[in-house]
């Protein structure tokens, strides 16, 4: 069983930028690709990014037009977002997730088997 616990979400501007983090327990952090998505309210969860188990590899999403940028640390069990030129619209509830599929890019939420609580993302304009 993987816990997964985000931190690094709060309040900034528009045109800012923000670093989440994503620390994972209770397994074998290198055995799972990651990625990360987002919730508005009102929305479905969006998948926004991942990032193969090595780290060597990832995957965004077109409309993120290279602002987010994912990376990991597996010596620190640790996935990280980077954010910047955020909008009013990034405005959302983070989650960082654990998939076990590993040989082809997971993009939907049931692909992944863990999940953190999610941190809230508002960007005032």
């Known amino acids: 069983q993987v816990q997964l616990v985000e931190s690094g979400g709060g309040l900034v501007q528009a045109g800012g930028s923000l670093r989440l983090s994503c620390a994972a327990s209770?397994?074998?952090?290198?055995?799972?690709?990651m990625g990360w998505f987002r919730q508005a309210p009102g929305k479905e969860r969006e998948f926004l990014t991942a990032?193969?188990?090595?780290?060597?590899?990832?995957y965004y999403t077109e409309s993120l037009k290279g602002r987010f940028t994912i990376s990991r640390d597996n010596a620190k069990n640790t996935v990280f977002l980077r954010m910047s030129s955020l909008k009013p619209e990034d405005t959302a509830v983070y989650y960082c997730?654990?998939?076990?599929?590993?040989?082809?890019?997971?993009?939907?939420?049931?692909?992944?088997?863990?999940w953190g609580q999610g941190t809230q993302v508002t960007v005032s304009s």
């Open positions: 997730a654990a998939t076990g599929i590993t040989r082809a890019w997971a993009t939907v939420t049931a692909a992944y088997d863990y």
């Open positions: 209770g397994g074998t952090f290198s055995s799972y690709a």
């Open positions: 990032i193969s188990r090595s780290g060597s590899s990832t």
